[in-house]
């Protein structure tokens, strides 16, 4: 799944054959790519010993915004992919939709609109599960796929049109209920798949609306639509997109989301939380709202577009000290936020003296959109890169993170940072990676205990290692002594040469 577990830790922790000794330009480099239809916003996933063409084989599975999936030889031995499903239909008049059709403007994401959130793969079915947006013949239509991880054939029961409605007040009522409208509404979040539910969350396309935020949850098996949750139900926009982080969970089941602008009226006894950090307890089919966190300036926060819901949530493992169970996030006001995930805080106004720390203008290097970059958690250590930024490395000590950086890199990102990822062998070997998005990607390599010193970058060993044209918000997938990246136009794959 997106940033590799439920916690969305971005790290793999059995890593055997990347040290940071061998990853240079000397040794390190990119092995092979493949072509793409189209941009590749979700990140790449990976399955080991896949029963598929005739054989046994490494996968690496990639979903595009012309709404293809692909399955790719994840070793570099197959020319053509294994299989790919389209999902338009273009006699029949389902297309990709225009991203002239969603209210005008340029838009996030450009040419068209097809498949953005990262898939989630089920290993013990065999799996994948994605939301594809179509255009059909004037109308509008999200759906749940789940397809054969072997075949690339439908499962029973797929695909579903996902339709919720939810009662309330809120923008877009009609009888007192308010139904889910997909020309609004991004799916860009990563997919969760928790205790025999898939659950899909939506954000908008460039704050265009009438939209809100919704958490719609489906039976993994049955596909049939279980829980149907929206976070702004008497009110607008509460957007969840977190930069395509997915939800996250902790151990216990409970689920976390980042919701972005939008109404809110929690600490008045209203179900809006726009700018809040929510847990969320699943209770057969409802999402109950069992805590949550909203910083004291949320007003301040919405008036100026400085979404708390920048990134996703990270469930870090637990921690010494006099907080067992800590989550981090940060907004695109560059503030760091370290929360008790057993008492969030809720609001408090005047200050979040409430909560277990804030970070004031940690990240980024401007007034505002400083960060977009989900933290990435290994060994003590949390890491981001915001928006015109370095790379930055916080250390946990007795439940509180540095108030500066332990370390930090020399190279300043440009817009919109990077997200980032971990590997390593257990407690050693760690090496922090990431994605550098400037009209063309650069793969950056660090050492993790110390960020400081850059292991690598693909643009070292000049023409050799390029892999084409960036998108924003796009994570580097390690597993197996490969590094995987994907793009405007190809997935590439990097490994010791």
């Not at 805080?345 to 005047?350: D, I, L, M, N, S």
Request: glycine residues 14%; proline residues 5%.
């Amino acid at each position: 799944m997106h940033h590799n577990d439920q916690g969305t830790t971005g790290q793999n922790l059995n890593e055997t054959t990347l040290t940071p000794a061998n990853v240079n330009q000397t040794t390190f480099g990119k092995l092979f790519s493949y072509s793409l239809d189209g941009s590749a916003y979700a990140q790449p996933l990976y399955v080991s010993n896949v029963a598929i063409a005739g054989g046994t084989h490494n996968v690496v599975y990639v979903a595009t915004e012309h709404d293809t999936v692909y399955a790719f030889d994840a070793d570099g031995a197959a020319t053509n992919p294994f299989w790919s499903v389209n999902f338009t239909d273009a006699a029949n008049g389902i297309t990709t939709v225009p991203y002239t059709d969603l209210g005008g403007g340029q838009g996030p994401i450009i040419p068209e609109v097809g498949i953005t959130g990262t898939p989630v793969i089920g290993p013990k079915s065999g799996t994948l599960y994605v939301v594809a947006f179509t255009k059909e013949n004037g109308n509008y239509v999200h759906r749940l796929h789940a397809l054969d991880i072997a075949t690339g054939k439908e499962r029973p029961n797929s695909p579903v049109v996902i339709q919720p409605s939810v009662a309330g007040t809120g923008t877009g009522t009609s009888g007192g209920q308010i139904a889910f409208q997909s020309l609004y509404q991004l799916q860009r979040p990563g997919l969760l798949l928790l205790n025999g539910m898939v659950y899909v969350a939506f954000g908008s396309y460039d704050d265009k609306g009438p939209y809100h935020g919704w958490i719609v949850g489906y039976d993994a098996s049955s596909l049939q639509q279980v829980i149907a949750w929206n976070d702004t139900p008497n009110g607008n926009k509460g957007g969840i997109w977190t930069s395509g982080a997915s939800l996250s969970a902790d151990a216990a089941g409970n689920i976390y989301a980042i919701i972005g602008n939008g109404t809110f009226d929690a600490n008045n006894g209203g179900p809006d939380y726009g700018d809040s950090v929510v847990k969320l307890t699943p209770n057969g089919n409802t999402l109950t709202v069992s805590d949550y966190f909203t910083p004291f300036d949320q007003q301040t926060l919405q008036a100026n577009d400085m979404d708390l819901g920048s990134t996703g949530f990270t469930v870090l493992p637990n921690q010494p000290g006099p907080v067992a169970h800590l989550g981090v996030c940060s907004a695109k006001s560059g503030k760091i936020y370290l929360l008790n995930r057993d008492n969030l805080g809720k609001f408090q106004a005047g200050s979040d003296s409430q909560i277990v720390q804030s970070i004031p203008t940690a990240l980024g290097s401007g007034p505002n959109d400083n960060d977009y970059s989900t933290g990435t958690y290994w060994q003590g250590n949390v890491y981001f890169i915001g928006n015109g930024d370095v790379v930055k490395q916080f250390q946990l000590s007795n439940g509180q993170l540095s108030v500066t950086p332990f370390a930090q890199g020399t190279q300043q990102y440009g817009y919109p940072g990077a997200n980032t990822s971990v590997s390593s062998n257990g407690a050693s070997g760690g090496i922090l990676w990431s994605i550098e998005a400037g009209g063309i990607n650069i793969l950056h390599a660090y050492d993790a205990t110390d960020v400081s010193k850059e292991l690598y970058n693909s643009n070292q060993a000049g023409a050799r290692d390029k892999f084409g044209a960036a998108v924003r918000f796009t994570v580097p997938t390690v597993i197996n002594g490969k590094v995987y990246v994907a793009g405007k136009t190809e997935l590439a794959a990097f490994g010791l040469l």
